[in-house]
Structure formats: structure tokens, C-alpha cells
């Protein structure tokens, strides 16, 4: 079978389409037959191995795993004998190591029935952004109905997600973005935008309940400024591969030494992909509540293409990766 595998850390040049040997489930595994995944910020930083902390875990100094891709949609071909809820011929959705394959197999643990009104790339494009925006914004963020929440970074992959997630909680979204995709934004049901090529939402204006900071382009005491006095800020993600390496960690570490000081809550963020979660999701996407933003598609041949766009930091919505 055909898959994306990468040898060494550098830009999206050093992947490489390549035959490997077809995957075989375990007991408690499903293999599927991929039709489509998609990128996320996730992958170019494994890809360059940066921040460079991570290699703590991916590998110091050459990447442990060759394989690439975590967002799947597809067919399932097999189960193992250990698998409850999922049998062969199912579609499905959700998360798997290595998706930049024509096969990958996947703990039923991370997948969900994929929702018959959407294509595979629209569900391919749900897991990851998906997740993090609902596990941001109604965990993290407690949101409520009639609440105030900011979204800065609103028409990325997880903003555009953040936006529908939030006015389906019934809340009063201000949303951040440039000027070209402001229409985008209010076509996703944002109450405020506000374009960043023009207004600081930082100087002034209202304060807001909920602050989903998925740009992390303003230093953290003024972020925390725009909020109501027991307000909550969820830093997640911004920037690209030009982002200063320490950066990120820096920003955990400011957090840490504020928070004794402020009734502001600042809790972090770490979205785990799971089946109840998922189905949360297919529900929003199957009453029309949320709805994936595709920018555009490409061929599995064409990931590193694909993943070099990611990184310009312009997508509208999300970029899906077709296979065949």
C-alpha cells in the first residue's frame, strides 16, 4: 500500500510517498481502508521536531515512528477479536496513527460513526480541530448560554469549529480574523467580528467570559485584561514553524506565575480524542448546528504540498488530504 513516511526532521520536503507493507489489526484494533484524513499544526511539528522539547518524545535525534497523519475517515475492513461496537463495512470517523496511508489501524476507542450528511473530507476534517474546540470551550471554558466569548484565530481549523460549538451553547460570539475572511465568520454565526487589520480587540471595548486564544499573538496580562474579573483564558496553539522555539513553553510558564495573582482562570489544554466526544460532534453535524469549513483538498501523493500550506498560516478552515 502507498503511505507518507519521513526518515529525519525538516520541512515538509523530506516526506516521502512510499510503498510499506499493508498494517494487520490487533485484537483490540479495526483496520481501515482510508478516504480521507487531513492536517493539523500537529503534524508539521512532529515533522520538524519543533518546539525542540518534543523530541523528548518523538525522538532526539530522528523521528521514533517514519509514519505521519492522525485525522481519519474511511471504511472499516477488519476488527479484531477484541472490538465491540465496530464491524467491517462500518463508516467511520475519528482518529489514527499514521492516517497518511491507504490503510491504518486504530483503537475503536478514538473512532465514531461517521454522519451520513457529511463527505469524507468533511468528516476527516473534524477529529482534531473539532475536539479541541468543544473540549476547549465547554470544559476548559464552562461556557453557558447567553455568556460572552471571544475567539481570536476564528477562521482556522479549530476557530471555525470554535464558533458553531459556542452558538450552539447558545453563546454571544465575538470573533477575530482578517479582513478577507470576515463573511466567512458571520456565515458561521459569529454576533461581533472584529477585523485585526484594523482594531485592537485588546485597547478597550467589552470584556468577555471566555477567551479561546488559538493565535497567542498578545502577551498574556493583556489577554487577561479583555476578561470579566473571574473570566477564563484558554491558550491554544499560534503561530508556525517561525515561532521561537521556547516560545510555548514560556507562555505555560507566565501562566503559572500569574495565576496566584488574578481571579482570572487560565486552565490549559490538552484535547483528547474519544468516541463519546466524537459522537457529540457527529450529533451537532447531523442537525446542521456545526458544519466543517473545507479550504481545499489534496492528494495523499501531495501531503507535504498540502502541510506547506498549513504552515503559511492562512487557511480558511481546514485542509483535507483525498486518498484513492
Aim: hydrophobic share 40%; aromatic share 8%.
Amino acid at each position: 500500500m502507498k503511505a507518507i513516511v519521513y526518515n529525519h526532521y525538516g520541512p515538509p520536503d523530506v516526506l516521502q510517498y512510499e510503498d510499506v507493507e499493508k498494517p494487520v489489526p490487533a485484537d483490540d484494533q479495526i483496520l481501515i481502508q482510508v478516504r480521507a484524513s487531513s492536517v493539523n499544526p500537529y503534524d508539521w511539528h512532529f515533522i520538524r521536531g519543533l518546539p525542540s522539547f518534543v523530541r523528548l518524545f518523538t525522538g532526539i535525534r530522528a523521528p521514533k515512528s517514519r509514519r505521519l497523519g492522525a485525522d481519519v475517515a474511511g471504511v472499516v475492513e477488519a476488527a479484531g477479536s477484541n472490538v465491540k461496537i465496530f464491524k467491517a463495512g462500518d463508516a467511520v470517523f475519528g482518529t489514527a496513527v499514521g492516517s497518511f496511508a491507504e490503510f491504518v489501524c486504530a483503537p475503536e476507542s478514538t473512532l465514531a460513526l461517521k454522519p451520513e450528511n457529511l463527505t469524507w473530507e468533511q468528516a476527516a476534517s473534524v477529529p482534531i480541530a473539532g475536539i479541541t474546540a468543544l473540549q476547549g470551550l465547554r470544559d476548559k471554558g464552562r461556557i453557558l448560554s447567553g455568556q460572552q466569548v471571544l475567539i481570536n484565530g476564528a477562521s482556522g481549523g479549530v476557530g471555525t469549529f470554535a464558533v458553531q460549538i459556542a452558538k450552539s451553547f447558545e453563546a454571544r460570539v465575538t470573533a477575530v480574523c482578517s479582513t478577507r475572511n470576515i463573511e466567512l465568520v458571520r456565515s458561521l454565526g459569529a454576533d461581533h467580528v472584529i477585523d485585526y487589520t484594523r482594531e485592537n480587540f485588546i485597547h478597550g471595548g467589552p470584556r468577555f467570559d471566555v477567551f479561546f486564544d488559538l493565535v497567542g499573538n498578545h502577551p498574556l496580562p493583556a489577554c487577561l485584561r479583555v476578561l470579566q474579573p473571574r473570566g477564563i483564558y484558554i491558550g491554544c496553539g499560534g503561530g508556525g514553524p517561525d515561532r521561537r522555539s521556547m516560545e510555548p513553553l514560556g507562555s505555560m510558564l507566565h501562566s503559572l506565575v500569574l495565576g496566584p495573582f488574578t481571579t482570572r482562570k487560565m486552565p490549559g489544554l490538552l484535547a483528547k480524542v474519544n468516541t463519546a466526544d466524537l459522537n457529540f460532534l457527529a450529533d451537532l453535524m447531523r442537525s446542521g448546528k456545526v458544519t466543517p469549513v473545507l479550504d481545499r483538498s489534496y492528494p495523499l501523493s501531495e501531503t507535504a504540498v498540502a502541510i506547506r500550506y498549513l504552515e503559511q498560516g492562512h487557511a480558511r478552515g481546514k485542509v483535507a488530504i483525498a486518498v484513492p
